[in-house]
């Protein structure tokens, strides 16, 4: 009925702000259409090339994304619908505005994710499509690995010279995605169907760190709204049934989580959980990196916007960086193990398979700038790019009451605006930055509590749900992702 209610309010036009939002989501939905035609343009008659989304080959024409155009109307569909629906519903009845208790709502979260991420991805082909991308990708993927792996300390220790010879995600990245693969193994079996499985739920918790993160800086309501937008959020319903780059956001996210709740009290103790869970996404993807330059710029504007908390800023990073550093000089003591060797080996492995294709002058420096930020803000959600948007407005305008959740915007901001302007990615972002999406989610629930304070009721942030789930299955529908 509150569904019903705001919608029926929305459509009947007496709430201005969710016409407005649907309008503004539609706009950058043509904006994105007209990008994709000039790039594609670029690509096709001036000779542009960018990574591995090539105008040569049809798979990859759909740029800045990966992905091809190739609609499949299929009865999973009914599924996926009913699914979503019931979220929703569910959700605004009672997680969103009742006082239900943490202990439910969490799980329900989690569950929720699940469920939604897994029925969305059998619209194209039943159960089957949840692991045909590890039977598909044996030959490139993590699980073509998993039988090297005879001895964990062995692995370890001659990873950096097994690296040209493993499959080619192997290549370009440290060996926690191998050695995840064959722990699950280990537990549950050999083969995609336990591999994938373990995919879904493993990343499932990344909701709680989301939520908790959220809770710091905002007021309970809206910090299920944040993780709600984030179960809903295209890339992350997409990816994360099917993908490993899911699992590998679940220790950045925590980690995020620990460093900021650092600042707050106990910062040696939870500094070290921040770097412990660094330490292990470390081991899973060098996109952890992030972390390094998002505390520093948590750290600086701490310094100039919250003196109060620098002291607790400054004794969780510390704490954390040794942390990091213990386990690493544990790990290579017990094993071996080279993470300096292994980055030179996946720096020399990215440059031989992009060679070519990557960034070999300014011109495609500065496309690769724009159209990760493009192809990451479109699949992170139009409703929440739109409500990013207006978040940045407010940072701008120093609208902002709450100076945690303000500090927490800012220091997203200027580290995706370093992070994208880099030379570190060539597309494919919208999977591989799925660890950025917490944080405008976050961002778009903080918009939806101001314009619901302002008098828009709650039309805003549920428009901005619906719009979510319609994205997600539209994409699933008439896009083909490989994953």
């Known amino acids: 009925m509150f569904i019903r209610g705001q919608l029926v309010q929305f459509v009947a036009g007496h709430n201005r702000g969710a016409a407005k939002l649907a309008a503004q989501c539609l706009l950058l939905a043509c904006l994105f259409a007209g990008y994709h035609f000039g790039l594609?343009?670029?690509?096709?008659?001036?000779?542009?090339?960018?990574g591995a989304v090539r105008p040569s080959d049809k798979v990859y024409r759909f740029v800045p994304l990966y992905g091809y155009w190739e609609p499949h109307l299929k009865t999973g569909l009914l599924v996926a619908v009913a699914v979503i629906a019931g979220w929703l519903w569910y959700f605004c009845r009672w997680i969103w505005l009742a006082r239900t208790h943490l202990a439910v709502v969490l799980p329900a979260l989690m569950i929720a994710h699940v469920l939604i991420a897994s029925s969305v991805a059998m619209i194209d082909g039943g159960p089957r499509r949840l692991w045909r991308p590890y039977e598909l990708l044996d030959g490139t993927d993590y699980i073509g690995a998993v039988a090297k792996v005879d001895s964990l300390k062995a692995f370890l220790?001659?990873?950096?010279?097994?690296?040209?010879?493993?499959?080619?995600?192997?290549?370009?990245?440290?060996?926690?995605?191998?050695?995840?693969?064959?722990?699950?193994?280990l537990l549950f079996g050999d083969g995609p169907v336990p591999a994938a499985w373990a995919t879904i739920f493993g990343s499932s918790l990344m909701v709680p760190a989301v939520y908790l993160l959220a809770r710091n800086v905002l007021d309970e309501q809206s910090a299920r709204l944040a993780s709600s937008f984030f179960i809903l959020s295209p890339s992350i319903v997409m990816f994360s049934a099917?993908?490993?780059?899911?699992?590998?956001?679940?220790?950045?996210?925590?980690?995020?989580?620990?460093?900021?709740?650092?600042?707050?009290?106990?910062?040696?103790?939870?500094?070290?959980?921040?770097?412990?869970?660094?330490?292990?996404?470390?081991?899973?993807?060098?996109?952890?990196?992030?972390?390094a330059l998002w505390a520093v710029v948590v750290l600086a504007l701490t310094a100039l916007a919250e003196q109060c908390r620098i002291r607790n800023s400054l004794l969780g990073m510390t704490a954390a960086v040794a942390t990091s550093a213990?386990?690493?000089?544990a790990l290579y003591a017990w094993s071996?193990?080279?993470?300096?060797?292994?980055?030179?080996?996946?720096?020399?492995?990215?440059?031989?398979?992009?060679?070519?294709?990557?960034?070999?002058?300014?011109?495609?420096?500065l496309h690769f700038a724009v159209a990760n930020l493009v192809a990451f803000s479109f699949c992170a959600g139009l409703p929440l790019a739109t409500l990013w948007l207006r978040r940045i407005g407010h940072l701008l305008l120093g609208v902002d009451k709450d100076a945690g959740d303000r500090l927490l915007a800012g220091s997203?901001?200027?580290?995706l605006t370093i992070f994208a302007a880099a030379p570190?990615?060539?597309?494919?972002?919208?999977?591989?930055?799925?660890?950025?999406?917490?944080?405008?989610a976050i961002g778009a629930a903080a918009v939806a509590e101001r314009d619901s304070n302002d008098g828009q009721g709650h039309a805003?942030?549920?428009?901005?749900?619906?719009?979510?789930?319609?994205?997600?299955?539209?994409?699933?529908?008439f896009l083909e992702t490989t994953w």
């Open 157 to 185: 220790s001659d990873y950096p010279s097994l690296m040209p010879e493993l499959p080619m995600h192997c290549r370009t990245h440290p060996p926690g995605g191998v050695l995840f693969l064959w722990a699950v193994a």
């Open 412 to 415: 997203f901001l200027v580290s």
């Open 336 to 365: 071996g193990y080279d993470a300096w060797a292994t980055f030179a080996e996946a720096m020399a492995g990215q440059s031989k398979i992009m060679a070519g294709r990557g960034h070999d002058s300014l011109r495609q420096d």
């Open 460 to 477: 805003i942030a549920v428009t901005s749900l619906v719009l979510l789930a319609v994205q997600t299955v539209l994409m699933e529908v």
């Open 40 to 50: 594609q343009w670029l690509m096709l008659h001036a000779g542009l090339k960018l």
């Open 326 to 329: 213990v386990l690493y000089a």
């Open 424 to 440: 570190l990615y060539t597309l494919e972002v919208e999977h591989i930055w799925l660890f950025l999406v917490p944080f405008v």
């Open 242 to 291: 099917t993908l490993l780059d899911a699992v590998f956001g679940v220790p950045i996210v925590w980690s995020a989580y620990f460093l900021w709740k650092a600042r707050g009290g106990r910062p040696l103790v939870y500094g070290a959980l921040g770097g412990a869970a660094a330490a292990i996404a470390a081991g899973m993807t060098f996109s952890a990196s992030f972390l």
